[in-house]
């Protein structure tokens, strides 16, 4: 059975930072392209950041230069490192994990307020 689990979300103030965490259990990571989507409320669910099986990234406008993916395969795990947090970045994060087969988390919450 497969299961993404992510971990690290919070209250957070503006400005601040947090590293939210995916670990995965029933599939080596190594082999897939891995992301991190977050959906606000009453908005569609969109891509924030991506990182390729080879390590290539790429980031919505939104956050680049303040949040970075990162992956450690040998945890079977994915990180994004959210920095210089905004209000606008309040959402439920999600982990995926894509290659023949997709696989999502239950997603971990995201509050960014004073």
């Known amino acids: 059975q497969v299961q993404l689990v992510e971990s690290g979300g919070g209250l957070v103030q503006p400005g601040g930072s947090l590293r939210l965490s995916c670990a995965a259990s029933g599939i080596s990571i190594s082999i897939y392209n891995m992301g991190w989507y977050r959906q606000a409320p009453g908005k569609q669910r969109e891509l924030v950041a991506a990182?390729?099986?080879?390590?290539?990234?790429n980031y919505a406008d939104s956050v680049k230069g303040r949040f970075t993916i990162s992956r450690d395969n040998a945890k079977n795990t994915v990180y994004l490192q959210m920095s210089s947090l905004k209000p606008e970045d309040t959402a439920v994060y999600y982990c995926k994990a894509r290659w023949v087969h997709e696989y999502w988390g239950q997603g971990t919450q995201v509050t960014v307020s004073s």
């Open positions: 990182i390729t099986s080879g390590g290539n990234t």
